[in-house]
């Protein structure tokens, strides 16, 4: 059974500070997603990673995907107030020509703070 | 606008009650999914359909049910079964393959 674990689950961080989500899986996969959640709100897409090696940026966010570690890491540069929220991982573990089928991890609360 | 709709946004059940939640989506997206979302968890996959006609049970299937007759709409009924329904329920659509998951606006659903 795949297991897909993020830490840490609470980040309470200063404005202007850098850090780093992680996110763990358990099995074979080349296609990691991140996805953001206001409170009470549905999921925002963020990022799409589909190989080894794969970062993309957007903004203060920065993703990368380790396949072979099995890990990928979601990096928070100058955190701001408006970056406060949960954030998902999820892990796609259906060969790409299948479809996709997600498991997420619990996910990681953002409180960034003035 | 393309896009997923979810309705009811809140939605009250007593027990032993079947209810439906509704969702459709114009984006023209071949695969549909149906997860759950537990106070401080993250999701679980409930049923996905990859195509019109046929669906696939996810993780947590017992006490739902899915149907898929057109490519639009995705329905999710939650029986009597399901022991402990309250909960987030959050429907999503994609292309396939590598395509990221679009997510609906999620429905509420309470057992008094």
């Known amino acids: 059974e795949l297991k897909v674990e993020q830490n840490p689950l609470f980040l309470s961080m200063q404005e202007g500070k850098n850090y780093t989500i992680y996110c763990n899986y358990s099995t074979t996969s080349d296609r990691l997603y991140w996805y953001r959640q206001d409170p009470g709100k549905s999921l925002e897409s963020l990022f799409v990673l589909l190989s080894n090696g794969a970062v993309k940026q957007e903004g203060r966010l920065m993703a990368s995907l380790d396949t072979k570690a099995r890990l990928s890491t979601l990096h928070i540069t100058a955190a701001v107030h408006d970056l406060s929220a949960t954030y998902f991982c999820a892990v796609d573990i259906l060969p790409m020509e299948y479809g996709n089928k997600l498991v997420f991890g619990a996910g990681t609360i953002l409180r960034v703070k003035s | 606008d393309g896009g997923i709709t979810q309705s009811p946004k809140y939605l009250f059940r007593k027990e032993g009650q079947n209810v439906t939640l509704s969702c459709e989506q114009n984006l023209n997206h071949d695969a549909m999914y149906w997860y759950r979302q537990d106070p401080g968890q993250g999701l679980r996959l409930i049923y996905y359909s990859q195509i019109v006609n046929d669906f696939q049970k996810g993780d947590i299937a017992e006490g739902y049910s899915v149907s898929r007759e057109k490519k639009e709409s995705f329905p999710l009924t939650v029986t009597s079964a399901q022991k402990n329904p309250t909960a987030f329920y959050l429907c999503?659509?994609?292309?396939?393959?590598?395509?990221?998951?679009?997510f609906g606006p999620g429905t509420r659903l309470t057992v008094l």
């Open positions: 999503a659509s994609s292309i396939g393959n590598s395509d990221t998951q679009s």
